[in-house]
Every structure is written in C-alpha cells, then in structure tokens.
C-alpha cells in the first residue's frame, strides 16, 4: 500500500508531478476524483473502504476571496464546508444546520465545519486559511460578502468539503493544498493565472511530499 493518497480533481492541476511520479517510487498514489462534492465524496469513499493509506493530500487550484492575497500563491486548508447547502430567502442565508437538520456537532462536523485538527496545516509551512466549498460558482456580491464574513473564507473551491469530511470520517492524517488562479467574482479568463498556479502548486508538491513521506 502507498503511504500517501495524492488527491486531485482534475489531471491538469497536478500533471507536473504525474509526469515525474516515478521518483517517489510507488509510495504516492494519485487519485482523480473528478469535480464537485459527488464525485469526490464517491470517489474516496470507494478508495479509502478498500484501506486507506496513513496520508492523505488533496491539491488543486481554487478561487480567492481576499485580495490582499496575490495570485499564484499556494496555501493550506485549516477548515473548510458546504456554503450552499440549505436555502436563502429575505436576503439571509440558512444552512441546513441552522434549519434543524443534522447536529452541526455531529462527527464529523465541528460547529458546522470540518477544521483541519492535524499538525500537517501548520508543519506545511504554507500561510493557512479558512475555505468554503461550492457547488456554483460565486458571482454575487451577497454571496461572496457571506462567504467571507460568516466563513471567515479566503479560497473557495468545489471539493475541499468533500474531502475534509472523507479524511475525518476515516481518521486519517490530511492536508489540502491550493493554488490561488483567480479572485473569486472575476470572470474574465484573460485576468486568471491558470499556468503560473499550477506552477507554483508543482513547486510547493515537490517540497511537500517528500516532507510528508519522512513523517
């Protein structure tokens, strides 16, 4: 068995290290999970039942909330939640825990997140920050507003939930990894930095995993 689980949404946002995969020598595996929270959910929860591996690492790309933070810079995930799951009407937003269904304590839930309790934040050397995970993407300035004042989030993304909650749920050591390649509201793809996050996701791994792989 591997002693890390490489997980990724999609092939590209990680295709660097794929391509040099060989140097860990079959220590690292690499999942796709595909996009969003179901197919990452389903994804890992097929993994990890055959036996999951004593590291989990989910790295990708993801959209940013704060503008002070500059794009392509990489950080660490220290909690992160579904911030569309529940209704919104009057101009407030319920979560599903705050209409009463489900116990916002409820293993493995925290308060209505799923924090990141691990050492692996903090040993990553990566600035760590709060993130929320979306089914759509945001476009509305209520939401993104919502976002960062009740989240407190600075990345937003379509998987980190899913895998937080896997990661808990097996009690499994885990890391997520993002690479900031736009602010989030902008829809503009000329002004998105897609390669050089990508890049400088691939940089961080490469320092990362080896740190990882000698804990």
Same mark, same amino acid.
């Given at each position: ?12 946002? @990680?295709?660097? #290290?794929?391509? $040099?995969? %060989? ?7 690499? *999942?796709?999970? /595909? ?6 959910a389903f994804a890992l929860a097929t993994r990890l039942s055959e036996g999951a591996p004593p ?26 939640? @579904?911030?569309? #799951?529940?209704? $919104?009407? %009057? ?7 705050? *209409?009463?269904? /489900? ?113």
């Open positions: 068995m591997p002693d890390l689980l490489l997980c990724s949404a999609t092939a590209f946002e @990680i295709q660097p #290290l794929r391509d $040099r995969l %060989g140097v860990y020598g079959g220590r690292v595996e690499v *999942l796709i999970t /595909g996009v969003g929270l179901l197919e990452t590291l989990l690492l989910q790295a990708g790309i993801a959209g940013c909330l704060d503008e002070a933070c500059p794009l392509a810079s990489v950080v660490a995930i220290g909690s992160d939640g @579904i911030g569309d #799951l529940g209704v $919104r009407e %009057g101009g407030r937003f319920q979560s599903t825990f705050d *209409l009463g269904f /489900g116990d916002p304590d409820a293993a493995p839930w925290q308060g209505g997140r799923l924090p990141n309790d691990t050492e692996l934040p903090a040993l990553s050397g990566l600035p760590v920050v709060n993130a929320v995970s979306v089914s759509t993407i945001s476009t509305n300035a209520d939401t993104i507003d919502h976002y960062r004042s009740a989240w407190g989030a600075v990345a937003e993304s379509m998987e980190g939930a899913a895998f937080h909650f896997a990661a808990r749920k097996w009690s499994r050591p885990f890391l997520q990894v993002r690479a900031f390649s736009n602010y989030i509201g902008e829809r503009d793809k000329s002004r998105w930095q897609l390669r050089e996050s990508i890049a400088a996701l691939d940089r961080q791994l490469e320092t990362l995993i080896p740190q990882l792989l000698s804990l």
